[in-house]
């Protein structure tokens, strides 16, 4: 089998039993769909390979261990940065308001 | 170019199950920036996920009772898909739209093996196991194995197809027509058919579903 | 060109090289040869962002490979399929 070109790449490789039970989405989970949906909409990204290859360049370890939404969510957010569309300073201390927020709130 | 065999040890790491709070915080934080700069509205949000929400497996349950209604509709469905769906309503351009018809003889199975591609507009949401790292890995390399997690036996009389869904097609099975049904209505009919047997992780319908 | 290079039950071998760039075929069936099972039509391809000659879209065409040409070792049978989509540059006649 030629080698894996990047995290994504995972067809043939060994695995466990599928988990087949339904999870119900969360809203959350939804928002970060629709925010996908609107940058494509308002021209902010141009099409969705642009999302998989930020995807793709996560780290091995950044794809295993998130679940799907949040590597959607990093990958868009480096498109962004990438494109000058959001500033990177501005999203880390954004980040760092959304954390407390959720401290305050007791949200883990 | 050899098989490098240890690559055959390679196992893909479990999605995690809850998620890991610094990249949905990311998320999260994003959304407020782009709603802040005004680039969408929260209104248009609601309406998104609206949107997203109102599409069901039902939209491709219809498809399918067309289909075992009306022959020549399934003639049209299976050699494009496209037009077909658009005379009952639904659009899913700029992406092919292929149905795989299952038989005695074949079944067929849908994967995305690099993501997750899906036809969102006619299935609804994609479940969390067609999204997972496992069976992403494992459908095209053992899909009987993965097909039994789901309760599907099939014997070595049946043809499996597996199809990757890669580039710009999107796929759906069309299930085979169960008996004793002959008489019902279209409504009847798709009430019998699941998500899970558009995707081809369910080969049996179940009749005794039928709605009335 | 929007003419198909190949037709449907052509023998073709589908590339195994590793650009360095966002691509949608997995390794899985990177050197492997299968038969074309369906001509479809153009598309936008992935790699455009570096392959800059103005014409950005391809044709793509089902490939069906038998899984035991994959798989060494493969549990189903002879007779199980896989197939899969992919753009024409990645594709070339099988001797």
Redesign the interface.
Known sequence: ?????GP????????????????D??Y?E??????I???LK?D?IS?F?EL??G??RLAPG?Y???????????S??YT?VSRG??DQA??DR??T???KR?EAEGV? | MSEHHHDHDRTFQPDHPEPTTEAARIGLALRELLIEAGHYTVDEEREVISAMQGATPENGASIVARAWVDADYKVRLLNNGIDAIRELGFDLQPYEFTVMENTEDVHNVIVCTLCSCYPRALLGISPAWYKSGSYRARVVREPRSVLREFGVNLGDDVEIRVHDSTAELRYMVLPQRPAGTADWSEDELASLVTRDALIGTQRELDVARKVP | MSEARFSVGQRVRIDDRMPPVHHRVPSYVKGKTGVIERVCGLHGEPEKFIRGDGEPRQRIYRVRIPQAQLWTDYEGTEWDKLEIEIFEHWLELAE
């Not at chain 1, 089998?1 to 070109?5: G, L, R, Y």
């Not at chain 1, 994504?8 to 999870?23: F, R, Y």
């Open positions: 089998m030629s080698k894996p070109w994504h790449d995972v067809g043939g490789l060994k695995a466990g039993p599928v988990d087949t039970t339904d999870h989405t969360a959350w939804w928002q970060i769909d629709a925010m949906r609107l940058a308002k902010l099409d390979a998989r290859d995807i793709e950044d295993s261990n998130l679940g799907y939404y949040e590597r959607w969510a990093k868009l957010a962004l569309i959001v501005a999203l954004q980040v308001s959304v954390r959720q883990s």
